[in-house]
């Protein structure tokens, strides 16, 4: 069985989410803490680091979902709805990410 046609591709765009939505409001808060305390953590640093981990979930789940439909075009039965439902949810949960990081971009890191 390719792995792209395995029932966990159901869960795994939304497992990624909802670790990276967990990793970022902890980096944040964490960040915060440590600027306030002046423990040498800029802003600037923080926002760098948040926007690259968001960078790199959205390109992990758009090469997820990427996968999923090329691997769903070659497939039968279940394993084809397998691979469109994962990639429709890996999908939805890189729309997810971008959503939720957009106030990162404008918007003060520790306000």
Same mark, same amino acid.
């Given at each position: 069985?390719?792995?792209?046609?395995?029932? %966990?591709?159901?869960? &795994?765009?939304?497992?990624?989410?909802? /670790?990276?939505? /967990?990793?970022?409001?902890?980096? /944040?808060?964490?960040?915060?803490?440590?600027?306030?305390?002046? $423990?040498? /953590? $800029?802003?600037?640093?923080?926002?760098?680091?948040? &926007?690259? $981990?968001?960078?790199?979930? %959205?390109?992990?789940?758009? !090469?997820?979902?990427? @996968?999923? %439909? @090329?691997?769903? @075009?070659?497939?039968?039965?279940?394993? @084809? !709805?397998?691979?469109?439902?994962?990639?429709?949810?890996? &999908?939805?949960?890189? %729309? $997810?990410?971008? !959503?939720?990081? &957009?106030?990162?971009?404008?918007?003060?890191?520790?306000?």
């Amino acid at each position: 069985m390719k792995p792209a046609l395995h029932p %966990l591709q159901l869960v &795994l765009g939304l497992a990624v989410w909802a /670790v990276w939505f /967990v990793g970022v409001y902890a980096g /944040v808060s964490l960040g915060c803490i440590a600027e306030q305390r002046g $423990s040498g /953590v $800029s802003p600037g640093l923080l926002r760098g680091l948040l &926007l690259a $981990s968001t960078a790199l979930v %959205l390109v992990g789940l758009a !090469f997820g979902a990427v @996968r999923c %439909l @090329r691997a769903g @075009r070659q497939a039968q039965g279940a394993g @084809r !709805f397998v691979a469109a439902a994962g990639a429709c949810l890996h &999908l939805a949960a890189a %729309l $997810s990410v971008a !959503f939720v990081a &957009l106030p990162l971009g404008w918007l003060p890191v520790c306000a």
